[in-house]
């Protein structure tokens, strides 16, 4: 099969006519299918379902002398706290144990510097004439609605294959008001990319003219591969440390793609003294978490080898779901030299590059096909790609069968906007 950029116009004006044919079969076949969310997939669940089951004897809820059921103990049990610790590499004094999301301890931290500051600043932010936040892109939509939330200006950073540009960012950080980068830095979402050393490095040697400068470490995948092993990661704290920047780092994960998402654990992680800090302020709204649960999750994971084998299980899904989606855009778009894609190794998402001018497009033929997409712009601050080229693919939810059928849709589409770009 030609690229499109070689083929004539009557080879061109005969594949329109055949995809516009194809394009028509799937709508007729009344679909709806959804990949537009990172959710798991039921088999995925299946694997936590003894979290559901398990039956706790009454000796059992004392956990290092707490007794897990009954108030106290804000930050969480100390043996979540040490699995949490265990698997990010930090100390155990450094993490805080929340309910079932990170995104709300994400909210509630930015939320606080508005409130009271962080705890190097000279006035609450909501006091500033002005905040602003680098926002590495594309990148996590969510991130981008606690942004817009509270009215900061939102500055994109472009992402490259070692993680953000660093030379943009440090362009950036010169202006006091910008207060904070949002970071996922282990199978980025969407663009699976992970972090090089020399990236982190760069980073957590940062000199922000902010003191109060914030850094959203979102290492939601942390455990999360799905080819080959599980690969060790740098501690950013640790790191941070390291350059004089001890409490400039907020890091943040939680067990949401790893046992049950409505019914997990966050956590986040800081330096000594920001925890000191947090907790003054945590502790005016709330006496503590679900403990219950904190526990269920330790015995179930044990400790941070067991995570990792029961994320081998997670894996063994993840890859067949993922390979599935590769197989087919290698088939039917790779030949045509209209998109650019990158098979990940972790995370959840496949991130799609079509022709620019084309995103907005084929999410909307594929609305209009019955399947439902990550909203194109979405991974942009404001929503805007300046490309117009940016779609997420999230394969981790649908059945295998529905997941091909829609990615079929997906190349279907993808070659139809091609083709009525190139005829324009």
């Given at each position: 099969?030609?690229?499109?950029?070689?083929?004539?116009?009557?080879?061109?004006?005969?594949?329109?006519?055949?995809?516009?044919?194809?394009?028509?079969?799937?709508?007729?076949?009344?679909?709806?299918?959804?990949?537009?969310?990172?959710?798991?997939?039921?088999?995925?669940?299946?694997?936590?379902?003894?979290?559901?089951?398990?039956?706790?004897?009454?000796?059992?809820?004392?956990?290092?002398?707490?007794?897990?059921?009954?108030?106290?103990?804000?930050?969480?049990l100390d043996a979540c706290k040490k699995l949490f610790a265990d698997i990010l590499g930090v100390r155990p004094g450094q993490i805080f144990c929340g309910?079932?999301?990170?995104?709300?301890?994400?909210?509630?931290?930015?939320?606080k510097a508005y409130t009271h500051g962080m705890l190097h600043s000279d006035?609450?932010?909501?006091?500033?004439?002005?905040?602003?936040?680098?926002?590495?892109?594309?990148?996590?939509d969510r991130h981008f609605a606690i942004?817009?939330?509270?009215?900061?200006?939102?500055?994109?950073?472009?992402?490259?294959?070692?993680?953000?540009?660093?030379?943009?960012?440090?362009?950036?950080?010169?202006?006091?008001?910008?207060?904070?980068?949002?970071?996922?830095?282990?199978?980025?979402?969407?663009?699976?990319?992970?972090?090089?050393?020399?990236?982190?490095?760069?980073i957590a040697s940062m000199k922000p003219a902010a003191k109060d400068f914030l850094l959203m470490w979102d290492n939601a995948y942390c455990i999360h591969e799905f080819e080959g092993d599980f690969v060790p990661f740098i501690d950013i704290l640790s790191e941070c440390e390291r350059y004089g920047n001890a409490d400039m780092v907020f890091e943040f994960t939680s067990t949401?793609?790893?046992?049950?998402?409505?019914?997990?654990?966050?956590?986040?992680?800081?330096?000594?003294?920001?925890?000191?800090y947090m907790k003054k302020l945590i502790s005016a709204q709330s006496i503590s978490y679900d403990k219950v649960n904190q526990l269920r999750h330790v015995l179930l994971l044990k400790d941070r080898e067991g995570a990792l084998a029961h994320m081998r299980k997670h894996a063994r899904i993840m890859?067949?779901?993922?390979?599935?989606?590769?197989?087919?855009?290698?088939?039917?778009?790779?030949?045509?030299?209209?998109a650019e894609y990158k098979k990940p190794t972790g995370g959840y998402?496949?991130?799609?590059?079509?022709?620019?001018?084309?995103?907005?497009?084929?999410?909307?033929?594929?609305?209009?096909?019955?399947?439902?997409?990550t909203t194109a712009g979405a991974t942009f601050p404001y929503g805007n790609d300046p490309q117009d080229s940016n779609l997420r693919i999230a394969p981790s939810y649908p059945p295998i069968d529905e997941l091909r059928m829609a990615t079929q849709v997906l190349c279907t589409c993808v070659k139809l906007a091609a083709l009525e770009k190139l005829a324009n």
């Amino acid at each position: 099969m030609k690229e499109l950029c070689a083929m004539s116009r009557n080879e061109l004006s005969a594949l329109y006519e055949q995809t516009l044919a194809e394009y028509k079969r799937c709508q007729s076949l009344g679909l709806k299918l959804d990949m537009s969310r990172g959710k798991p997939s039921k088999a995925q669940l299946d694997l936590s379902a003894e979290l559901a089951n398990m039956v706790i004897p009454p000796e059992a809820f004392i956990s290092d002398g707490i007794e897990a059921r009954n108030y106290g103990k804000l930050d969480g049990l100390d043996a979540c706290k040490k699995l949490f610790a265990d698997i990010l590499g930090v100390r155990p004094g450094q993490i805080f144990c929340g309910g079932n999301s990170s995104l709300t301890l994400m909210y509630d931290t930015i939320t606080k510097a508005y409130t009271h500051g962080m705890l190097h600043s000279d006035l609450p932010w909501s006091k500033l004439d002005k905040v602003k936040f680098l926002c590495p892109s594309p990148g996590y939509d969510r991130h981008f609605a606690i942004c817009q939330t509270y009215g900061m200006e939102m500055i994109p950073v472009p992402m490259t294959d070692e993680g953000p540009d660093m030379n943009v960012v440090m362009s950036y950080i010169a202006d006091p008001a910008v207060k904070g980068m949002w970071c996922v830095p282990k199978y980025s979402n969407p663009t699976g990319i992970t972090y090089s050393d020399e990236t982190i490095h760069s980073i957590a040697s940062m000199k922000p003219a902010a003191k109060d400068f914030l850094l959203m470490w979102d290492n939601a995948y942390c455990i999360h591969e799905f080819e080959g092993d599980f690969v060790p990661f740098i501690d950013i704290l640790s790191e941070c440390e390291r350059y004089g920047n001890a409490d400039m780092v907020f890091e943040f994960t939680s067990t949401s793609k790893v046992t049950f998402p409505g019914a997990g654990v966050a956590c986040f992680a800081c330096s000594e003294d920001n925890m000191t800090y947090m907790k003054k302020l945590i502790s005016a709204q709330s006496i503590s978490y679900d403990k219950v649960n904190q526990l269920r999750h330790v015995l179930l994971l044990k400790d941070r080898e067991g995570a990792l084998a029961h994320m081998r299980k997670h894996a063994r899904i993840m890859s067949e779901k993922v390979n599935a989606v590769i197989e087919l855009l290698d088939e039917h778009i790779k030949p045509l030299g209209i998109a650019e894609y990158k098979k990940p190794t972790g995370g959840y998402f496949i991130s799609l590059n079509v022709m620019p001018g084309c995103a907005k497009k084929v999410f909307t033929l594929m609305k209009e096909a019955g399947v439902v997409m990550t909203t194109a712009g979405a991974t942009f601050p404001y929503g805007n790609d300046p490309q117009d080229s940016n779609l997420r693919i999230a394969p981790s939810y649908p059945p295998i069968d529905e997941l091909r059928m829609a990615t079929q849709v997906l190349c279907t589409c993808v070659k139809l906007a091609a083709l009525e770009k190139l005829a324009n």
